[in-house]
């Protein structure tokens, strides 16, 4: 009861943007849009959403051998899925992670390594985000009359950073310890976080490592697009990459914000204005919006359930891991660490 009395207020804003999106859009034109779907271009978008997946879960593969867990891509492939599943279809955004970082936890043993490869994962991806946004930001000045986009991506941006900091942080979390660490119970939550981040530092010895995660991670934005102007495609509309390459990372960058349930009313809403402002029309980039919202959906609905029925267990057995490393792989760690490239 307290956990859905906690989702009320992010129910009720998404239920305001909602109502929002349908006030001010013109469903006659939506309608004129959908009517010209095309069932090829359909097909090419529903084919984005594994490579999207295959993408990220080659970069947690690479993040997780240099740590010494050879995990199978097959595994990590459907985890990634069973997260997405959780993302998608429960009142959470982050839950998914939860989900297969234990699922990895229990087949490679250490907690701190498992969710501290996905926070790598994650925030390799974010910090390329943060600066797609940037850039988009500043080269794309026909949104800058639109105050309310421009606000909502400033909002974004400052949220990410601020959870990149607060996570990574040290001295953030020295600054904790002085305040509580007087405090037995904040003490051993304090403990916890400490060895956690001593794991995610421990990225910063594999600067190559990071350096590649960071091109993956373009490598993904630039299948977000690709699946944007197919989403486009699919209705008919010839939707410009470089326009669309403004509108993604705008579009994620508002996303990220936590104040609606999963997205919903934000997502469709931050397409509608993004769309319009760089001169297509708020109906296509909502219709596009409504595209790739039902792609995900049936992505992690149909893919929960092959893995189902494909006999894939949450208890699995343990990844082999490298012979010669504990936590950490056995290469000389740097006297004095550099701070991660990427790590937020």
Known sequence: MKKLAKKLPMALISGVLVAYVVWSTDWTDVLAIVKTVSWYWLVWLAVTAPL????????????????????????????????????????????????????????????????????????????????????????????????????????????????????????????????????????KALDKVHAFQDSLWEYARFKRELWIALALSVLFYLLCVAGTVVAAEAVGQHAGFWAVSVCVPLVLIITLLPISMNGIGLWELAFAETFEAMGMTRELGLTVALLLRARDLSWSVLGYIGLTLGGFSLLGPKSERSKSTGDAASEPAAATPNPPVGMA
Not at 80 to 102: C, K
């Open 52 to 187: 999207l997946v295959a993408v990220s879960v080659w970069k947690w593969k690479r993040l997780l051998a240099v740590r010494g867990v050879q995990a199978k891509f097959g595994s990590l492939f459907a985890m990634y899925v069973a997260g997405q599943f959780y993302n998608n279809l429960l009142p959470t955004s982050s839950g998914g992670d939860v989900v297969r970082g234990e699922m990895l936890r229990r087949r490679c043993g250490c907690g701190n390594l498992a969710f501290g490869s996905i926070v790598a994962e994650r925030f390799t991806g974010l910090a390329v985000l943060i600066l797609l946004a940037l850039v988009s930001l500043v080269e794309a000045q026909a949104i800058w009359p639109y105050w309310k986009l421009v606000l909502g991506v400033g909002a974004g941006l400052a949220f990410a950073t601020a959870v990149m900091v607060i996570v990574i942080s040290r001295r953030v979390t020295r600054t904790l310890d002085r305040v509580f660490g007087h405090v037995g119970v904040a003490r």
